[in-house]
């Protein structure tokens, strides 16, 4: 019995383009050829299954500049990949002036707090310590108030107008 298998007729072409190229050039070219004329199936959107916990994620790019393409490693922090991934996007246009067209991603994956290496992840990491059943959680991150409004202590002795300006830099 004989089988016939359907095929398109853009299948068949592309086999006889490769069997014309691997006539006359190497087997790893033949690869990089099929493999650039690849198409899209299918695009999902990747859900998180629990977006309340903080992560560090780790992003591996490749990019296109006006000077050549680059490889980049870059760590967010987010509970969600793709708002770390919209960061990305935000950070690389300023930063670098790379647009999202010419960014690939190569991988992504999730960091752990000891793993990471970013300073800018680093200081929003909390410590755990644990010493004698005890269970001490330390956040390494200070909100600095660097100009402080100095406000009337009671009603009676508010002025609404001042003859001097007001120091708002304390030491």
Request: with cysteine; aromatic share 10%.
């Amino acid at each position: 019995m004989i089988y016939y298998h359907v095929c398109s007729l853009a299948y068949l072409l592309l086999l006889l383009v490769a069997f014309v190229y691997l006539l006359t050039h190497s087997f790893i070219q033949l690869l990089t050829l099929l493999i650039r004329l690849g198409e899209i199936l299918d695009v999902n959107e990747i859900t998180e299954k629990n977006s309340r916990h903080v992560k560090n994620y780790g992003i591996w790019i490749k990019y296109n500049s006006r000077s050549g393409t680059h490889n980049m490693y870059r760590e967010y922090r987010d509970t969600h990949l793709n708002r770390a991934i919209d960061n990305l996007y935000d950070d690389m246009a300023g930063k670098h002036r790379a647009r999202s067209r010419s960014i690939q991603i190569i991988r992504t994956a999730i960091v752990a707090n000891k793993d990471s290496k970013r300073p800018g992840v680093q200081e929003y990491q909390t410590t755990v310590t644990e010493n004698d059943d005890k269970v001490k959680t330390v956040h390494n991150f200070k909100f600095p108030l660097p100009h402080r409004i100095l406000r009337a202590s009671s009603r009676s002795l508010k002025s609404v107008f001042s003859v001097v300006k007001p120091n708002t830099h304390f030491q």
